[in-house]
Nanobody, 124 residues
Framework: QVQLVESGGGSVQSGGSLSLSCAAS?????MGWFRQAPGKQREGISF????????YNLDSLKGRFTISRDDAKNTVTLHMDSLKPEDTAIYYC????????????????????WGRGTQVTVSS
């Protein structure tokens, strides 16, 4: 069992920045960030693989969201710039113990463990 502890989030005005961090209690194959806006399905937004730091980001967020990791601390950080009101959502950290192919990097079903979620609110 892997526990995930998220931190960060909160409220920010449009154009602002926020960082989210997620600490895992054990080694994982990969970690990712997902988000779920009100009335919408949860979507994968960013992924980073442990052994080679391979990264995938949702195309629509490239250039604004950056994922990084601290291997020594089993921690992943999502830095979000130029935030927009449509980025308002609950953001979830996820971790996978079982390897999966690259095409599944942003798929909910690829991940075994989930954080409780943290609210990000962007006001116009």
């Amino acid at each position: 069992q892997v526990q995930l502890v998220e931190s960060g989030g909160g409220s920010v005005q449009s154009g602002g920045s926020l960082s989210l961090s997620c600490a895992a209690s054990a080694y994982t194959f990969a970690m990712g960030w997902f988000r779920q806006a009100p009335g919408k399905q949860r979507e994968g937004i960013s992924f980073i693989r442990t052994n080679d730091a391979k990264i995938y980001n949702l195309d629509s967020l490239k250039g604004r969201f950056t994922i990084s990791r601290d291997d020594a601390k089993n921690t992943v950080t999502l830095h979000m710039d130029s935030l927009k009101p449509e980025d308002t959502a609950i953001y979830y950290c996820a971790a996978a113990k079982t390897p999966f192919p690259d095409w599944a990097a942003l798929s909910i079903s690829a991940y075994d463990y989930w954080g409780r979620g943290t609210q990000v609110t962007v006001s116009s």
